[in-house]
């Protein structure tokens, strides 16, 4: 699982799964980062209240059900 972390809306998403609807197309690219790191990501929801992406989020739910 791939993350894309957008560091200007403190937004994490699924590389996989992120779209249109994510919100993320204003984000300069300097501001967007993927990373495979599950640790990394933890650490960032809980040091700096980033917060997971509703959109992709309800991608890999539906994911995990099929
Ligand atoms: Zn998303």
């Known amino acids: 699982m791939t993350y894309f972390v957008d560091h200007l809306k ?3 998403h699924r590389r996989q799964f992120a779209g249109d ?3 993320f ?3 300069p690219i300097g ?3 993927f990373t495979d790191s599950h640790t990394y990501i933890l650490q960032l929801e809980e ?3 980033y ?3 509703l959109n992709c989020q309800s991608f890999q739910v539906l ?4």
Not at 63 to 66: D, H, L, N, S
């Open 10 to 12: 403190k937004r994490i």
């Open 47 to 49: 040091k700096d209240a």
């Open 63 to 66: 994911a995990e059900q099929v």
């Open 51 to 53: 917060s997971e992406c």
């Open 25 to 27: 197309l204003s984000t």
């Open 31 to 33: 501001k967007r980062e």
């Open 21 to 23: 609807a994510c919100g």
